[in-house]
């Protein structure tokens, strides 16, 4: 499936949202200290990080 090779502009507008969201929630949960919430939000936000980093690797994945 070659959908990411060809649709370059909606792939990098969708990793960079995913980037800065995924940041603003590391910071945002990094400020709440002490509580289980911040944990979670800064959880949620490597989870989005981790997808941004896929979304940019996806063009690039052989099939062998």
Do not use: S
């Not at 800065?20 to 990080?49: F, N, P, R």
């Amino acid at each position: 499936m070659n959908y990411w090779k060809e649709h370059a502009a909606l792939r990098v507008i969708l990793i960079a949202v995913l980037f800065i969201a995924g940041l603003a929630l590391v910071i945002g949960g990094w400020t709440i200290t002490g509580q289980m919430k911040g944990l979670v939000i800064m959880l949620v936000g490597l989870l989005l990080l981790i997808l941004a980093l896929a979304l940019y690797n996806k063009p690039f994945q052989d099939r062998r």
